[in-house]
C-alpha cells in the first residue's frame, strides 16, 4: 500500500496579500538574510529556511498561526511549506512565484529602511 503526501495548499500573490491583510494570516518569508534586507512584503515575519531546516521554531509571531509562505521564486517556500506541515503547523500555505510574481502584481516591496525595495 502506498501512502501519499498531501502537499500544502497553493495560493497567488494577489490572494495571499488579501488574505494577510484582511484575516490576520502571517506572511511568512524564507528566504534569507540579504534577501530579505533588499526588499520583502510590508509586515511579512522572517525565517529563513535555513534555520528552518536546522530545527529553527518559528518566529513567536508566526507560533499557532495559519501560515502563507513565501521566497523568491516558489522553490523554497514549497520546501518550507511542506517542512512546517509536517511538524504540524496548521494552516500553511505556499505562494507561487514567490516575490517575484509579489512584485510583478504590483504588490508593496519595502527594504529594511522601510524604503521602496528590490528583490534579490
Known amino acids: 500500500m502506498f501512502l501519499f503526501r498531501r502537499r500544502p495548499a497553493r495560493t497567488t500573490p494577489a490572494a495571499s496579500h488579501q488574505r494577510t491583510r484582511d484575516e490576520g494570516v502571517v506572511l511568512l518569508d524564507v528566504r534569507e538574510g540579504a534577501e530579505w534586507t533588499a526588499g520583502h512584503a510590508p509586515g511579512a515575519v522572517h525565517a529563513p529556511l535555513s534555520a528552518l531546516l536546522a530545527g529553527a521554531d518559528l518566529p513567536r509571531a508566526a507560533q499557532g498561526r495559519p501560515l502563507m509562505v ?51
Do not use: F, K, Y
Open 70 to 120: 513565501i521566497c523568491r521564486s516558489g522553490h523554497r517556500s514549497q520546501q518550507a511549506a511542506r517542512l512546517l506541515t509536517e511538524r504540524g503547523a496548521v494552516a500553511v500555505v505556499d505562494i507561487t512565484g514567490g516575490m517575484n510574481a509579489w512584485a510583478a502584481a504590483g504588490l508593496p516591496v519595502v527594504d529594511a529602511r522601510g524604503s521602496r525595495g528590490s528583490i534579490a
